[in-house]
């Protein structure tokens, strides 16, 4: 029996996952098609690592390095929900979770001083930031808004804020002494071994990494960011916000970039808080508390201090003195620089420039705002779009083109495999990237507290990257345009293998360019306006922004978005969107029984996953694939999706619905007779017992419920809330019995 396997992640995914996947086995087993789940979970990657500390009853094995090794296989066929990129307060949250609930789990060691302790610690950053998707991603991207999406958001138009000539909304960015101006770069021209180390000025030499396996044609990248000059530019910052009177905004991936951007974080709330951290920083630090970690912790420990009133008062008094913070919640007082993982950039600037290029301020209005997006890499890509919504207005989602996405981000490439090659300096020297015969290949001047960093890209997903962007090209019949600027060092290495790869496939009538990030992005912004199409072929961290902004701007959300990633060696990996406001969802399903995550992604990348199984001949997999998309225009069409308000349909009744019309299009299809006759009384029940359901799936919702856990939520308790309908339950429970 061919089988697909659904991932159980975190937060509104993983409670939906409650509701949905009961539909998905049922419906999948009339096509011989088994469904299994691995859990890759926050939480469970946490027990994984851990299993000494626990009982033989709460024992798990490691899903991820499981579903690691089946990715590089021909037989892979794998949906991926999103999940938690842990920043360090999350970690820790869930580990406390998770030691309430009887987990005999370690704490987090902030500075281990034994042998026991840097192992625990090790282990616990292993699930740091992106430590899901560089497993999984065994190929490159393939992300676009499906035709039913798209004309959808032409028909239903989501809103758009007004943009105005006068905005003061810009992005202000370093330009220089950051990790785009200092980069380095070599191809490798033989299988090698390097090692990365610090030579202090008097000629001593501490390895801060070895052992680092490259291949033939492999490009690996060394850079800096320049601690000081990063101060000055956010010193700077702070006080052109002031005297421009706009909100103060910092936009990082302090995620996924789980090393280096949340040391960036702290330097940002050092700068807004100068004079706190000149009077007290060594009392904080004794506290362990940290400014990486954002302003919210720090306030949250000072309770435990002798002067925790005092430094807390002193903290507010520089936020009445310095500019007005945006705000994350402006009714709960969270500012954006409370907790690094609430404001991420490939979400937040997309949202900022939907509304009128405006965030929240204080005083629960919105404003414009400075967007301080420290390297220079991409961030001229959003000032772009700004600069053309200042000139042109709004976009119209009734007329937009669109801009999908083909992202190299195979077997680890680029800035997001950088974490293990990433390192905040204790010393100043020099930073050496050594071959194996003992030659210097990159070289960096440093000081003390420049971070440094390196990252690879290996050639066959680059080769494959270019080979999938010319079939995307032909397939739509869409100018593509590589996102790669001749000035950087790395994108010069890449556009030489774009160069050296396209003569392998024929491109003959096709529209393929180069273009720098800023170019592209304008091209592609004008393009759109004109209700044209354009192909972004980008890096791994551009493919992130890129299918945020695009998608938020063009359908609302970038939960909407296909998401298929053609596995190197055969396999198909298919991911059902994004999952920046899980958090909130989760909130409100807690205090009113009403999940407003919306599943259309998980149905879209369903459909994408029976047709992958088609392929090895299972004509009912593609038929199930087929009536499921039709189903899903229906959803669309009927206005069928999750709504906002208790009282409406939540997740719970998009899935009955979506059960509803795909037991319909099977029913009434002349394929497959036999098909046809199982799903004809499914059809007819659900039908007849539209009334009923609906009304259990009210009856719950505008009270608190109980779901045992965030983290880790108890799976009766969980499946208790998201199936209230046992009508629906006992008909869907029928099938697949």
Not at 289 to 315: C, M, T, V, Y
Not at 463 to 492: G, N
């Amino acid at each position: 029996m061919a089988t697909i396997i659904y991932t159980l992640t975190d937060e509104a995914p993983m409670l939906a996952t409650y509701s949905f996947l009961p539909v998905v086995e049922a419906f999948a087993s009339s096509a011989g098609v088994d469904v299994e789940t691995r859990d890759i979970s926050l939480a469970g990657r946490i027990l994984a690592l851990f299993p000494e500390h626990l009982t033989e009853e709460q024992r798990i094995g490691d899903a991820l390095a499981e579903l690691g090794e089946l990715a590089t296989t021909p037989d892979a066929n794998i949906i991926k929900l999103p999940n938690i990129s842990a920043s360090m307060p999350q970690l820790k949250a869930a580990i406390k979770e998770l030691q309430s609930q009887g987990y005999a789990l370690p704490d987090y060691p902030d500075s281990p001083q034994t042998d026991e302790e840097r192992d625990v610690r090790a282990r616990y950053d292993k699930v740091k930031g992106s430590a899901v998707n560089p497993v999984l991603r065994e190929g490159n991207s393939d992300r676009r808004a499906p035709s039913a999406v798209k004309n959808y958001a032409r028909k239903h138009p989501h809103s758009m804020g007004a943009w105005s000539a006068d905005s003061r909304t810009r992005v202000a960015t370093m330009g220089e002494n950051d990790f785009r101006s200092n980069e380095q770069s070599v191809v490798l021209p033989a299988d090698d071994t390097l090692t990365i180390r610090h030579v202090a000025a008097d000629g001593t030499a501490t390895v801060l990494k070895d052992g680092l396996a490259v291949l033939e044609g492999e490009i690996v990248d060394a850079t800096v960011m320049r601690a000081a000059a990063l101060d000055a530019f956010l010193r700077e910052q702070v006080a052109q916000a002031k005297a421009d009177d706009v909100l103060f905004s910092v936009h990082l991936k302090a995620t996924m970039m789980k090393v280096s951007d949340p040391i960036i974080f702290g330097h940002v709330v050092r700068a807004f808080f100068p004079d706190v951290f000149e009077r007290y920083g060594a009392d904080l630090a004794a506290a362990g508390l940290s400014p990486n970690n954002g302003l919210g912790g720090i306030l949250d420990g000072l309770d435990a201090l002798p002067n925790g009133a005092e430094i807390r008062a002193a903290f507010e008094q520089g936020l009445a003195d310095g500019p007005r913070l945006a705000m994350v919640n402006s009714d709960k007082g969270i500012t954006n620089l409370h907790v690094p993982s609430d404001v991420i950039v490939d979400a937040s600037m997309p949202a900022m420039i939907r509304t009128s290029g405006h965030m929240w301020g204080p005083d629960g209005d919105e404003h414009d705002t400075l967007a301080v997006i420290p390297d220079s890499s991409y961030a001229g890509v959003y000032q772009a779009v700004i600069e053309d919504c200042q000139a042109h207005g709004a976009f119209d989602p009734t007329t937009m083109g669109s801009v999908p996405n083909v992202g190299l981000m195979a077997q680890k490439a680029e800035e997001y495999g950088s974490h293990d090659k990433t390192f905040e300096l204790e010393a100043a020297g020099r930073v050496e990237v050594v071959n194996g015969a003992g030659e210097v290949l990159m070289s960096h001047d440093v000081e003390a507290g420049d971070i440094w960093r390196a990252c690879q890209t290996k050639d066959a997903p680059i080769r494959d990257w270019v080979k999938l962007a010319v079939t995307r090209a032909r397939a739509s019949a869409t100018p593509a345009v590589f996102w790669l600027d001749e000035s950087r060092a790395h994108d010069r290495n890449l556009i030489a293998k774009v160069e050296a790869y396209l003569p392998e496939h024929d491109t003959e009538g096709l529209d393929l360019r180069v273009l720098s990030p800023v170019e592209a992005a304008t091209l592609s912004v004008e393009r759109i306006r004109r209700g044209e199409d354009t192909i972004s072929v980008t890096g791994n961290v551009l493919r992130d922004y890129n299918t945020d902004l695009f998608p938020i701007l063009e359908l609302g959300t970038s939960a909407k978005m296909l998401s298929v990633v053609p596995l190197m060696n055969g396999g198909g990996l298919f991911e059902t969107g994004a999952g920046g406001s899980a958090p909130k969802h989760v909130q409100q399903l807690v205090a009113e029984d009403y999940l407003r995550w919306d599943s259309l992604g998980e149905f879209l990348a369903l459909a994408e996953s029976f047709r992958h199984e088609a392929a090895g001949g299972n004509k009912r997999a593609e038929l199930l694939g087929d009536t499921l998309d039709r189903a899903t225009e229906s959803l669309l069409n009927e206005n069928k999706s999750p709504a906002r308000r208790v009282g409406s349909i939540d997740n719970r009744g998009s899935h009955f619905w979506l059960a509803r019309y795909w037991a319909q299009e099977l029913a009434g299809q002349t394929e497959d007779e036999a098909l046809a006759a199982v799903f004809a009384p499914v059809a007819e029940q659900l039908v007849a017992q539209t009334d009923a359901i609906e009304a259990e799936l009210v009856a719950v919702q505008g009270k608190p419920a109980d779901i045992g856990g965030y983290y880790r939520p108890d799976p009766a308790k969980a499946a208790g809330v998201m199936r209230p309908s046992a009508t629906f339950n006992a008909i869907v429970d029928g099938l697949s019995g």
